[in-house]
């Protein structure tokens, strides 16, 4: 899987900063594995910016 390979490139960055159910964008550190939303979303990041990349 691509996203995990490139997993430092900025586009990934950028789609794991998104949460996937709202589309609101979240700072978060290469080090911060966890998607927590305010939405209610909450899901690691790999699963979040995957979903994201899929919208
Ligand atoms: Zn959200």
Redesign the pocket.
Known sequence: MWLVRCGHSEAYVKTSQT??????KKKKTLAERWHS?????EKHRNVASAQVNLN
């Not at 949460?19 to 609101?24: A, E, I, L, R, S």
């Open positions: 949460c996937p159910d709202c589309g609101v939303c305010p939405c209610c979303c």
